[in-house]
């Protein structure tokens, strides 16, 4: 624990323009990124008499060990900066709302020549034009069922459309009357987008329009005696009416709004939003937060919108939104939503009318998610608070290891071997922070000798990771860095995993572990504190636990540790270790899918996927290739003579696939475009 008189800035060196700083702890590690009309009062304000400040703010500044800022030139400068760094760092002590799931939107897929109507979760792609979101992924399949009898747009995945193409006959789909069956030449490319536009007009709201189009249609089919007409036009346009009414109108004046409200006790916080669009609920939401800091209800609010709009643009951002509380100060926040719809957005309460009455209904939702997130949180608290503790008293470790990390090789007799890094925090996986390896100093089996490398490779990132922070000067001309660590050469530090920041440094390696759980026995332990020991590393405490037995090894100990079978830390270590291995085993089974898949281009160095495709869609199949001069393949655009040259060499050198065969005659089949098709597809597959 810091003494925050330690770092404290000088009289006077702290500037006072509007800016955001940085608070990070003993590892470099950014813990709290905060923003200020004026940095000097409010830094000064955490430098204060601990008992004066708030409990979570006391935490924070005595965990802290160094403060940094940079100044703006605006409040909303710095409102955009302060977004940013909290995305960049992730700091432990900001708030952070966590959605218990993933939220489905409604999604057509207007960047692809025959846009496609689907359900997609997940960060939102660029040309997909989307509503909602939605509680439930039926909900959209419902409407969309619902929908496809008036806008016949097509559902199917890239694959079925190619396939239907291929053989000229349409999905069910097609037949049923619920898609028009682009793939097949039943409605041209024009056609079909402007049945997507209509679709998403309808979804946005725009349906007084067109049901009185559908309407009149009717009463002319009817008028001319076309009865068969008139009743398809009558069941779409109740098809359209039950698909409207699905989501029912709130706002009489066809208002575009969201609506945010909150719930919050003393240590945690609920949101919820309703997306309002042209007068109905097209979409709600939630998230629940620890109050990490201390925070008010505008503030809350003002983290809400940072999450919330942080990567929307256009009509993504509605022309209102209404808060319980505005941030402070409020112009700041609303000019920085205005850049990012491109016109004014009213950021304001709701004091009468409907849309408070909605606002109610809205704040009713976020009580019920903050007391059912709390009835199911209260145990599962109490529990990994127990595991941890059990793991601590086991293993005799100072503290509870609260960041914990596990190892697990992968291959497949001996080929393909790979390893796996998790992380469990608080109990928690941290998947943002998982990491994989491929073993690089040796081939062939040996589990032990890939512990001892991929230990040692994460544990001198972290090394180096200290030394480029600056936490420790440049290493001298000697064997050892600063604090006893030996000195490491850059060639190590090659081929970082994991993201790469500005710098080019890694960015996930710099926070160490109180806890290294490798999955085995008493060798791979031992080779796991090997590694640490070379490296002069003595504050990471080691374990190991054996599927055999499930018993825990300790380094340099001749007996196991053994847990209760109803032990929650014995639990815990099982699930790390199980998650290590789940992660470790999808990597090797997907590297040896795609080695599986491989063909004769793919070994050839700086042949990328596309001038692979260029020289299969040239020469027609990879037997005309294999057959071609270095000048012929030099007339593929994009291809160069040194290019041509190590296609032909690696050609030359591989083994001429073997023929197709007539299953049913035993006929040698000499089909050129057959061999074309399935060279194409393989290097599709991949």
């Not at 900001?94 to 959605?99: G, Q, S």
């Not at 505005?326 to 850049?339: F, G, H, T």
């Amino acid at each position: 624990m810091a003494d925050p008189s330690s770092y404290r800035p000088k009289p006077g060196q702290i500037p006072e323009s509007p800016g955001v700083y940085k608070f990070r702890d003993e590892h470099g590690r950014v813990i709290y990124v905060g923003k200020a009309k004026s940095l000097r009062p409010r830094l000064s304000s955490y430098f204060q008499d601990l008992a004066n400040l708030h409990p979570r703010t006391r935490t924070m500044v005595t965990t802290a060990a160094s403060v940094e800022w940079t100044m703006v030139s605006t409040e909303v400068e710095a409102l955009q900066l302060e977004y940013s760094w909290i995305k960049e760092f992730d700091p432990r002590f900001n708030v952070k709302y966590r959605d218990d799931k993933s939220y489905p939107s409604l999604a057509v897929t207007l960047n692809e020549e025959f846009p496609r109507v689907q359900v997609m979760r997940g960060p939102k792609k660029r040309g997909v034009r989307y509503f909602g979101p939605y509680g439930h992924a039926w909900a959209i399949r419902e409407t969309v069922d619902l929908m496809l009898r008036v806008f016949p747009v097509r559902t199917c995945s890239a694959g079925v459309f190619k396939r239907s193409a291929q053989i000229g006959r349409p999905c069910l789909l097609g037949y049923i009357g619920k898609c028009s069956a682009p793939c097949v030449g039943r409605v041209t490319a024009e056609e079909h987008r402007r049945l997507a536009e209509e679709f998403c007009d309808f979804m946005a709201g725009r349906t007084g329009t067109y049901l009185r189009r559908l309407e009149e249609r009717m009463q002319e089919a009817a008028e001319e005696m076309e009865y068969e007409k008139a009743a398809r036009l009558r069941d779409d346009i109740g098809a359209l009416k039950r698909a409207m009414e699905k989501n029912a109108v709130v706002l009489a004046d066809a208002t575009d709004a969201d609506l945010i409200a909150i719930a919050e006790d003393e240590l945690e916080a609920a949101v919820q939003i309703f997306h309002v669009r042209g007068g109905r609920v097209r979409g709600q939401r939630g998230w629940v937060t620890d109050k990490v800091e201390a925070v008010d209800t505008a503030g809350l609010v003002e983290h809400a919108l940072q999450q919330l709009y942080g990567e929307e643009k256009g009509d993504a951002v509605p022309k209102e939104v209404l808060v319980p509380a505005l941030p402070e100060p409020a112009e700041p926040v609303a000019q920085w939503l205005s850049d990012r719809r491109g016109s004014r957005v009213d950021l304001r309460i709701p004091q009468r009318g409907d849309k408070k009455d909605l606002m109610a209904t809205v704040a009713r939702n976020a009580q019920q998610a903050l007391a059912l997130h709390k009835t199911k949180r209260a145990s599962d608290l109490t529990t990994r608070s127990r595991a941890l503790e059990e793991i601590a008293e086991a293993l005799e470790l100072d503290s509870a290891p609260l960041r914990i990390e596990c190892f697990d090789i992968s291959h497949l007799q001996g080929e393909d071997v790979v390893a796996s890094m998790v992380v469990f925090e608080d109990g928690l996986a941290r998947k943002s922070e998982y990491r994989r390896f491929q073993i690089k100093s040796f081939a062939g089996q040996d589990d032990v000798r890939a512990m001892h490398e991929v230990v040692g490779r994460r544990f001198r990132r972290y090394l180096q990771e200290k030394t480029d922070t600056g936490e420790w000067g440049p290493a001298p001309d000697g064997d050892a860095a600063p604090g006893g660590h030996p000195k490491q050469s850059e060639e190590e530090f090659a081929a970082p995993a994991g993201p790469i920041d500005e710098s080019g440094r890694p960015k996930r390696f710099a926070y160490p572990p109180q806890l290294v759980v490798v999955d085995g026995g008493r060798p791979q332990v031992a080779a796991a504190q090997r590694a640490l020991d070379e490296l002069g590393i003595d504050d990471v405490a080691v374990c190991g636990l054996a599927k055999r037995l499930e018993e825990v090894w300790l380094p340099g100990e001749e007996d196991p540790v053994v847990l209760p079978r109803s032990s929650e830390g014995l639990y815990l270590l099982q699930r790390v270790r199980d998650e290590a291995h789940r992660f470790a085993i999808t990597y090797q089974r997907g590297k040896r899918a795609k080695s599986m898949k491989a063909g004769p281009l793919d070994t050839v160095p700086g042949l990328g996927d596309s001038r692979r495709q260029a020289l299969l869609k040239h020469f027609g199949s990879l037997k005309r290739l294999r057959a071609a001069t270095v000048e012929q393949i030099c007339e593929v655009p994009g291809v160069g003579r040194k290019t041509a040259e190590t296609v032909a060499a690696a050609l030359a050198m591989a083994a001429p696939a073997a023929p197709a065969v007539n299953t049913a005659t035993g006929e040698i089949i000499e089909d050129e475009a057959a061999s074309a098709v399935s060279s194409a597809t393989r290097g599709t597959d991949r």
